[in-house]
């Protein structure tokens, strides 16, 4: 069975701060994709990236950044954290374009 | 562009009944549509898709190309249906989600 770790459940941040989420998944899946969900908006995309060292924006990619050096390894990072950035970040994995996805716990983030 | 409309943000079932989710769908292409579940406490899960044909739980979803629909059936709720349900469509490599239903089986 696939399995999509993300780092923490919930994290604690203030303003301005540089945030971190990490994300590993361990069956060599090509893709990888960040998203944020809340209530009334459902999911959106904010990276995805289907090799290592590559990466494309998503939907709402302003104030976000990624990092993937390692196949199994997609970084989320927020460059100056802000309030309205507070959200429930999913991380999902696929092995290939147009297949299932499989997603991780979640990590609910507060900004404060 | 993909967009994907869930017309009901609320859905209230009695234990027993028929359960219909709506979802519609725009897009100029040959579409992918997929329905994901997220329980009380759990994670994002893939229900079914559309190329599988399958009865996942006892739901199933047609898709209607003339009516750009693929709604989510079951013909008797049980409690354990209660859950957000997200209709999505891809095309390459993203995947684009509706803005979910949740739906309370009420015993």
């Known amino acids: 069975d696939v399995k999509v770790t993300q780092s923490s459940r919930y994290l604690v941040k203030r303003t301005g701060e540089k945030v971190f989420l990490e994300c590993v998944q361990d069956m060599d899946h090509e893709n990888m994709f960040w998203y944020r969900q809340d209530p009334g908006l459902g999911l959106r995309l904010i990276y995805f990236?289907?090799?290592?060292?590559?990466?494309e924006k998503g939907d709402i990619p302003e104030g976000y950044s990624v990092s993937r050096e390692k196949k199994e390894r997609f970084s989320l990072i927020l460059e100056s954290a802000s309030t309205n950035q507070t959200s429930m970040y999913l991380c999902a994995s696929s092995r290939q374009v147009r297949q299932p996805q499989h997603f991780g716990d979640g990590t609910r983030l507060s900004i404060l | 562009a993909q967009r994907v409309t869930q017309p009901e943000k609320l859905l209230s079932v009695f234990k027993g009944a028929p359960v219909e989710l709506k979802c519609n769908y725009s897009?100029?292409?040959?579409?992918?549509l997929f329905w994901y579940v997220q329980y009380s406490r759990q994670r994002l899960q893939l229900l079914l898709r559309h190329i599988s044909r399958e009865s996942i739980k006892g739901f199933t979803a047609d898709l209607n190309k003339g009516e750009t629909s693929f709604h989510l059936k079951k013909p008797f709720a049980q409690e354990e249906d209660s859950a957000m349900y997200y209709c999505?469509?891809?095309?390459?490599?993203?995947?684009?989600f509706g803005t979910g239903t949740r739906l309370t089986i009420i015993p």
């Open positions: 990236s289907y090799d290592v060292k590559m990466k």
């Open positions: 999505a469509l891809t095309e390459g490599e993203k995947l684009t």
């Open positions: 897009y100029s292409g040959s579409p992918e």
